[in-house]
Each structure stands twice: as structure tokens, then as C-alpha cells.
């Protein structure tokens, strides 16, 4: 619910407990509200106080509270802002006289946010255009409805905490929380097709389905048991959500592949967290350490030091997370575009045999192969394709046939410019990964960037080895003889 102008705090608090007590019909003598007590910046919220007051609740259950609990915005230094209201429900039949916020039986499911005031440099000024926004929690209203003490009783977690249970040989419920907690989530993330990676939507997800494989260890979960668990979360909410079954395959094989990439890594990675010097806590640069070295998220991290009832220095972390950021954006400014180390003559060659060799991918596998990046030296090539698996000594045997039949027909390879745009219309195999300026030169048979001249100078074509190179991707080193 979202109001620009349209209605102000008396219909939108009402409009709130409408719906409370007469669509979910909870008793309004289960319900409590905290209201903006007042400070130097803005005078007390007396108006929702009374609004409240005249829908029936005592003023035993109005808690007035200050700007950190009852207060929203700006988003930035400056911008709009204003009070809000929070609505309590006591997760008991008969709740307490008074309203205390530290009774964890009173459970928030509501929020009227009333944005009235702008701050500016000179301080906090009155809005002309007021704005109502609000926020409703689905899981605490379904805890509160079905008369439950935690949303992990609900049934939208029952059926998946009770598949970890199965699966699990210690009896944790913190760890089958945070695994239910975090596969679900993992799960609506890897339905948009996203898939575990070290940067935006990707690391997320990573973060997320490596804290589950970590506690799945802690109790005794055996391995790839995240697919068994996301088969229940995908058949659980299929009919709300029918992407999650059209996007299955994907899911169920980027999450059996992060947990075989993270697993060795686990191992490895505590063994070593075991040897740090505990005296002063975790440093920074001892989880900076654990994160390059064997991909631990800082909330492993924190995990592992708080089980030995240590802090980690979570602001020296992110100032060396920030200093490798940097010392990677330089390098990769110094490299030349397309990947090349250099434009030399054989690095010429090698890039035009890496087109080559995109095309085979693409005939031999018959997949819609992405290039996920490439470096060129004079004395090889490395090239990083999307492809869930290991390749086949058949399939790279293809491969290398592929290229060097092209090579062998002594294809001449001719030049013109044209705007990008136009060629990526004509399909011509740009590497993606790439920048290209807004005119490109395309090599006709070839692509973009430095060819050599025709086919037959480059030589013979072999693959020198085929490895994983992250979830979901894979890496071909090849030489010309």
C-alpha cells in the first residue's frame, strides 16, 4: 500500500487495523502499536497516538519510542523522511495489559511509514507532497494465524526443515533454520537465472548457499544435499511461483555445482582458520585471507569466530576487500581490449584461433555457448566458456578437429567497419565479456578485433588441457604448434 497525496495517517492507520481485525480477524485485544516519541527534530507523532486511541486501543498499548525504532529515512544524508507506526500482534490468545516491546511474544507484522518531513542541509523542513508507505510481514501474519511460536513452524517451512532433518545426523534447529532460511532464499535467486559468482546478484547467492553447505557440514549432512532440499522448496511453491519449475534444471545443477566447488575449500579453509593467531580476535587481513585463499564469506567467518567466542575485524575486512577491488579494476585497465596481452604477431594468431575455437564450442556442443572471458599471451590462449560439465576426450578431440579443418581450408579473412550494433545484428561473434567502441572492424569468416590475414598461417591447433574455472563454467588452455 502506497499513497502519494491520495490519503494521509487517519485512512491509512485505519485502513491497517481494518484489515488486521476484520480481514484476518485478529482480536484487537491482541494488538499493540510503538508510534515517534518526539526529539529536537520533530515534535511527537500525537496524531497517530490518537488515531489509535479512537480505534479502541488503550494507551497502556501505544509506546511511544525514539527516531532509531520509529523513524525512516532519508535514504542518503539528505531527502524525505518521517515517523512511523508499528503494529504488534502477542502471539498468545490472551496477551498482557501493558505493550513491551522486549516480549519477544510480541511479534511487529505491520508498518505505516508517514514521510512529512525533507532534511536539508539547514535541518528538517515540512513536506508540501506527504507520501504514506507501508510494509506488511506475509511469514509473521501466517505465524500469528496459524497460532505458531516461530514462522519456521508455519507451513512454509515445515515440509523444508523437515526434509533437513531427515538428512542431518545432529539435532541443531538453529542450523535447520538457517539452512531452510538460506536455500529458500537461494532458490528464488537461481530461479531468475543467476547463477554463484563474486560479484552483484551472484555473490549474494554465493554468500547465501555457502553458509547453508558450511552448518549442512556441522551436522552431518552427507554431500549435494542442497538439490534434495531445493526439490521440496521448488514442489512446496511451484503453483504461486511456476518459474521455479520451469527453471528447475537449472537450479537443481548450478547448486549441486557450487556445493562440489565449496566443499574441498570448506576443509581446507577451517584446517587453515584453526592456525591463526587467536590472541587479538580475527584481523582483517586473516579474513581477507580466508575469503581470497578458499572463498569464505564474512559470514563464515564470523560463524567460526564466534564459536570460539572471538570478534572478527569486520571494517580492516572490507579495507582490504576495497584495496584488492582497486589493485584488480588497474589491472584489468592495463590489459589490451579483447583480453590480448599484447599485439604481436602470435598473439594475433592465438586471438583469431580463440574465435575459431568460440565457433567449434558452439558446432561440437550444439549449446548456446557464452564467451565468460579470455586471456591472450604469445604463448597461448585461455578461454572461459558457460557449460555445466567437464567436456568429454571425444568432445575435445571435436573441438580440435573443428578449428583446424578451418585452418587447413586456408580461409581468407577480410576487413570493414561497421557500428557495433549492426554486427552484433549480422551475428557476428563478439566476445562479450569485452568492451567495444561504438565502430568495430569485423573480420569477415572470423569476428572482431586483430586477425591475421588468412587461416593457414596459424599452424596446428591443440588443446593443452580443459578445467573447471568456476560454477557453471569452464576453461580450455590451447596452443598452435
Known amino acids: 500500500m502506497e499513497a502519494l497525496g491520495n490519503y494521509w495517517k487517519d485512512e491509512a492507520i485505519k485502513l491497517s487495523f481494518e484489515f488486521l481485525t476484520k480481514e484476518l480477524k485478529i482480536s484487537k485485544e491482541r494488538i499493540a ?9 520533530a515534535p511527537k ?8 486511541i479512537n480505534l479502541g486501543i488503550p494507551k497502556e498499548r501505544i509506546k511511544p519510542l525514539p527516531k532509531k525504532e520509529n523513524w525512516w529515512g532519508p535514504a542518503g544524508e539528505y531527502g524525505p523522511c518521517g515517523p512511523d507506526t508499528e503494529m504488534f500482534v502477542y502471539t498468545e490468545k490472551k496477551a498482557p495489559r501493558e505493550f513491551n516491546p522486549d516480549d519477544k511474544k510480541w511479534v511487529e507484522v505491520w508498518n505505516d511509514v508517514f514521510m512529512q518531513y525533507n532534511k536539508a542541509k539547514g535541518g528538517y523542513e515540512s513536506l508540501k507532497q506527504k507520501n504514506v508507505d507501508t510494509g506488511f510481514g506475509l511469514e509473521r501474519a501466517a505465524m500469528i494465524l496459524q497460532d505458531k511460536g516461530s514462522v519456521f513452524e508455519t507451513d512454509l517451512f515445515v515440509d523444508i526443515i523437515k526434509k533437513i532433518k531427515s538428512l542431518s545426523k545432529r539435532n541443531d534447529e538453529r542450523a535447520f533454520r538457517i539452512i531452510a532460511d538460506h536455500l529458500r532464499a537461494s532458490c528464488f535467486i537461481l530461479a531468475e537465472l543467476i547463477k554463484p559468482s563474486n560479484v552483484e546478484h551472484g555473490y549474494i547467492l554465493r554468500r547465501l548457499m555457502r553458509r547453508s553447505i558450511r552448518y549442512g557440514k556441522l551436522i552431518g549432512m552427507e554431500k549435494n544435499f542442497i538439490p534434495e532440499i531445493l526439490e521440496v522448496i521448488i514442489s512446496n511453491y511451484r503453483r504461486e511461483y511456476p518459474y521455479l519449475e520451469e527453471n528447475k534444471d537449472f537450479i537443481l545443477q548450478q547448486s549441486e555445482l557450487e556445493e562440489e566447488k565449496f566443499q574441498s575449500s570448506l576443509e581446507k579453509g577451517t584446517s587453515e582458520f584453526n592456525k591463526l593467531n587467536f590472541r587479538n580476535g580475527i584481523s582483517g587481513k586473516d579474513a581477507f585471507y580466508l575469503y581470497q585463499s578458499f572463498g569464505f564469506p564474512i559470514e563464515i567467518i564470523k560463524d567460526l569466530a564466534h564459536e570460539k567466542g572471538l570478534d572478527v575485524d569486520e571494517d580492516g ?20 581490449k579483447s583480453g590480448l596481452a599484447d599485439h604481436s604477431e602470435q598473439t ?5 584461433a580463440t574465435h575459431l575455437l568460440l565457433q567449434a564450442l558452439k558446432d561440437v556442443l550444439k549449446q548456446d555457448i557464452k564467451q565468460m572471458g579470455s586471456n591472450i599471451t604469445p604463448e597461448r590462449t ?3 566458456f558457460s557449460f555445466p560439465r567437464a567436456l568429454t576426450k571425444e568432445e575435445i578431440k571435436k573441438i580440435e578437429n573443428k578449428v583446424n579443418e578451418i585452418i587447413e581450408k586456408d580461409l581468407p579473412i577480410t576487413r570493414k567497419e561497421m557500428p557495433f550494433k549492426e554486427a552484433i545484428k549480422k551475428g557476428v561473434n563478439a566476445f562479450f565479456k569485452e568492451k567495444y567502441p561504438e565502430v ?3 573480420y569477415y ?3 572482431t578485433g586483430p586477425h591475421v590475414t588468412h587461416t593457414g598461417i596459424l599452424g596446428h591447433f591443440k588443446i593443452i588441457k580443459e578445467e573447471s574455472s568456476s560454477a557453471g563454467v569452464r576453461r580450455i588452455k590451447a596452443i598452435l604448434e
Open 317 to 336: 575486512f572490507n579495507i582490504e576487500f576495497e584495496k584488492h577491488q582497486k589493485v584488480s579494476r588497474v589491472g584489468s585497465e592495463k590489459k589490451f
Open 348 to 352: 594475433t594468431k592465438l586471438h583469431t
Open 33 to 41: 502499536v510503538s508510534i515517534f516519541r518526539g526529539d529536537k527534530d
Open 45 to 52: 507523532d500525537v496524531e497517530s497516538e490518537n488515531i489509535w
Open 445 to 447: 569468416k572470423v569476428c
Open 382 to 384: 585461455r578461454f572461459d
Open 440 to 442: 568495430v572492424s569485423v
